[in-house]
């Protein structure tokens, strides 16, 4: 090859020449060409111990009923879980939502009690100081929070976040934030046609009963 060409395709070389050689034990290997920036993510799970992509964070409203995820961003670095959540909450101040008063997070979190003001809640051992009625509290909060699974598996499965065909660091994020956007759009599409079929269905009944009075 030319100088001109070795030039031209000096970077995908150097990282041809980094999969050849990288070795089993080795950090920061590189899993796929065309994304480069593609991690090998710990699940822990038996039927699946790892995950080949990026890592995505997000969070949703704590209510019963239908839950709005309020930020969602995907990580190109395999951060700690616990890292995580400061940027999520960044990106609720960015979207002008405000933020909770406090987060529930799983085991993962461990680590900040409080961030931007925002008290951080994991799962641990019950303190000698907490009230019978406190134990109840938290317990409701962190079943309440396994609530947020659900969205995952429907995020990857049916709002297409599960594989990401974008390309370049952005991406992956552009993919994040779609998804997390299309769900939204359906809970308000949800919620908008419970009340348009309310509507409907009170002007009808009314009709039926004016017209059985006369």
Same mark, same amino acid.
């Given at each position: 090859?030319?100088?001109?060409? #070795? ?7 150097? #990282? %041809?020449?980094?999969?050849? &050689? ?17 991690? %090998? ?12 992509? &990026? ?40 979207? &002008? ?87 939204? #759009? ?29």
């Amino acid at each position: 090859m030319s100088e001109e060409q #070795l030039e031209k395709y000096a970077e995908i070389l150097n #990282l %041809c020449e980094m999969v050849v &050689n990288q070795q089993k034990g080795d950090s920061n290997k590189i899993y796929s060409l065309h994304k480069p920036f593609t991690k %090998c993510i710990a699940k822990g799970k038996a039927h699946k111990q790892y995950e080949f992509g &990026n890592k995505v964070g997000l969070t949703a409203t704590g209510s019963r009923g239908r839950k709005i995820i309020t930020s969602i961003r995907a990580f190109v670095d395999n951060l700690y879980d616990g890292h995580t959540i400061e940027p999520l909450l960044s990106q609720m101040v960015s979207n &002008n939502i405000s933020l909770p008063k406090e987060v529930v997070y799983d085991r993962g979190g461990k680590g900040a009690k409080q961030i931007m003001g925002v008290s951080i809640l994991t799962p641990d051992k019950a303190k000698a100081k907490d009230s019978a009625y406190t134990k109840r509290q938290k317990r409701k909060k962190f079943r309440s929070r396994a609530g947020i699974e659900p969205i995952i598996g429907h995020l990857k499965s049916d709002f297409r976040m599960a594989q990401n065909y974008l390309m370049g660091e952005q991406g992956i994020q552009i993919n994040a934030l779609l998804s997390a956007t299309a769900w939204n #759009l359906k809970k308000w599409m949800e919620k908008f046609k419970e009340k348009f079929l309310w509507l409907f269905f009170r002007k009808v009944f009314a009709a039926d009963f004016y017209g059985f009075a006369a």
